[in-house]
């Protein structure tokens, strides 16, 4: 059962659809829920209430349908306000920039008329997507009916929407493997949103009074506002005196740079590796002064006010926030969050913190990519490293560990470029994989992750500089062929790195919920990075959780590669307190 929802100038309103995305034959009116409703139309003019809208989406919710939205951040938050939580959605915004740009679907009509996204001036490969606009205010939807303009996105635009990508999905393939695994790209990334969502809503178990103890220690007592924490302002005087610069605001590049020239330490820049090579005495307190700066400045008292309310750390997390399909935050720095104040994230009395990450995520992925039975063999029931250290590197890890990275990253100088060869040698098609992802973004072409999100393509200033006509010109062109190159050469691997990460959470959330309904103690996800999830559970849930993140991570490789010799462990800890997860 699928079931459209969308915005409506009496409120909002709820079409059922077939799986193609057309009106049912059985019920193809479509139901509004006008504004102050129980469920059903009452005078319009008046926006629908929560107990309205959340009323009939539990009710509906009972048929275990698919929710079919624009955006889910637009609904989702709302209907979890109002007690609601629902199985699975389709994002059509998410799902429509993924169809929008993948190899598997260029041929389509919908890649043909969306609308390209355009690259950086600089001629540079993008990293991140400019974060999409604030979600339009749905829940005003609950709220002050004279706030609600007329819909962005009627519900005929977004029925509309929805067939073309289902047609689009239909015809990306004569392969129906890649089909399945684009469908599964596409459920995967809607869950996400949803999980966003509920992360959101739940937040980060977060004790101020520590944060509050934590600042103390590093800074010394909360300041007045505009003024510097006391340590900080010791730390300013006596670069001051150093400097001999009685007025220096170190917080001024401008100014500190001007200082540090005048006392003979020449640096290009205030970075950290730059300034440790100077042995002058300013150095250590200005490198205590910057790393206590960045404290104050990004997790001080005045994000702890801002961020932290009723002992919940709740940001809004952007899913597919990175072209590789990684995760952005929207405000509070969420998936920075620094050693210095994890102890501040704690668990709840008669709980505790799950934290669980996947290792060596990427180089293992690159594996499977690369179908390279050697390397899978070399890390079987072993550090990944390790295992390729002893068949190629001597045993020395660090070694292999610098070689292998090298090759995701592109590090062809310095002693990674040294190490290359014996790396190919001995895995050939591991390496030979990163190779022609970087000789197919160096000639313009995009790269593929393993379930279909696709490379932006080159922008037009790229092809253009590519048409070079000097020598000059050339190796101009070639420098930023060869920065392409290093970016789809770690796309490949980043991307599919992401999709089994979003399998792997996707599968992890289900399985909570089935503990849920077969009334089990459970944990909920609150935290999510990369490649690690956090999971706040009741000490009795602890053992049942495990099983399901490492069930989870299991799945997720069967998802994306099936049966393959590669193992993708995941390393737990059961802490109180995040600072005693690693």
Not at 45 to 65: N, Y
Not at 315 to 329: D, H, K, L, N, T
Request: with cysteine.
């Amino acid at each position: 059962m699928y079931l459209l929802l969308a915005a409506h100038a009496d409120g909002a309103v709820i079409q059922e659809l077939t799986a193609a995305g057309l009106p049912s034959p059985g019920n193809p009116e479509p139901r509004i829920i006008r504004r102050n409703s129980t469920g059903e139309s009452s005078a319009p003019g008046k926006q629908p209430s929560a107990t309205g809208l959340a009323a009939v989406v539990r009710e509906l919710e009972k048929r275990r349908p698919r929710w079919i939205w624009h955006r889910t951040q637009d609904w989702y938050p709302a209907l979890l306000q109002a007690g609601v939580e629902l199985e699975r959605c389709y994002d059509l915004a998410l799902c429509g920039a993924i169809l929008a740009h993948s190899e598997f679907t260029a041929h389509t009509a919908y890649a043909e008329n969306a609308e390209k996204l355009t690259q950086d001036d600089d001629l540079q490969p993008p990293r991140v997507l400019q974060p999409p606009p604030p979600p339009a205010d749905q829940g005003a939807l609950f709220d002050d009916p004279g706030l609600r303009s007329e819909p962005r996105h009627t519900l005929d635009e977004l029925r509309t929407d929805y067939a073309a990508q289902q047609e689009a999905l239909g015809a990306a393939s004569a392969d129906g493997n890649r089909r399945q695994r684009l469908q599964l790209l596409l459920a995967a990334e809607s869950a996400g949103a949803m999980i966003a969502a509920e992360m959101q809503h739940a937040g980060v178990p977060w004790r101020e009074e520590l944060h509050e103890q934590i600042l103390a220690e590093y800074l010394g007592p909360r300041p007045p506002l505009g003024h510097r924490p006391a340590k900080l302002e010791a730390l300013n005087s006596e670069l001051r005196r150093l400097l001999n610069s009685p007025s220096l605001n170190p917080d001024s590049p401008q100014e500190l740079m001007r200082a540090l020239h005048r006392n003979g330490i020449e640096v290009k820049s205030t970075r950290q590796w730059e300034l440790k090579e100077s042995s002058h005495p300013a150095i250590e307190p200005l490198l205590a002064y910057k790393k206590l700066s960045r404290l104050h400045t990004a997790n001080g008292w005045a994000w702890l006010d801002a961020w932290v309310k009723n002992g919940r750390f709740q940001p809004e997390y952007v899913v597919g926030g990175v072209v590789s399909g990684r995760w952005a935050s929207r405000g509070g720095g969420a998936l920075q969050i620094p050693r210095q104040i994890r102890g501040a994230v704690h668990a709840d009395p008669g709980h505790k913190l799950i934290v669980a990450d996947a290792s060596q995520l990427e180089p293992r992925v690159l594996v499977a990519l690369a179908q390279d039975s050697t390397m899978a063999e070399a890390a079987r029931d072993q550090d990944l490293y390790a295992g390729i250290a002893a068949k190629g590197f001597g045993g020395d890890r660090g070694k292999a560990k610098m070689a292998l990275l090298g090759a995701m990253y592109g590090a062809t100088s310095g002693e990674a470029g040294r190490l290359m060869p014996q790396l190919a040698r001995t895995y050939p098609r591991a390496v030979g994989f990163v190779e022609r992802a970087a000789r197919d973004g160096e000639a313009g072409k995009t790269v593929t992750s393993r379930l279909g999100r696709s490379s932006p393509p080159p922008s037009e200033r790229w092809l253009l500089s590519q048409r070079s006509t000097s020598a000059e010109e050339q190796r101009r062109a070639d420098s930023i062929a060869r920065s392409r190159g290093r970016f789809t050469r770690n796309f490949v691997v980043q991307g599919s790195a992401a999709d089994w990460a979003a399998c792997w959470l996707a599968e992890l959330r289900r399985r909570l919920r089935t503990l849920r309904a077969d009334g089990s103690a459970s944990g909920e996800l609150v935290f999510f990075l990369h490649d690690e999830v956090m999971v706040h559970a009741p000490e009795a849930a602890v053992d049942a959780c495990i099983r399901a993140i490492e069930a989870a991570a299991n799945a997720a490789k069967e998802l994306l590669f099936g049966p393959i010799p590669v193992e993708f462990p995941v390393s737990v800890a059961v802490v109180d307190s995040y600072d005693h997860a690693k």
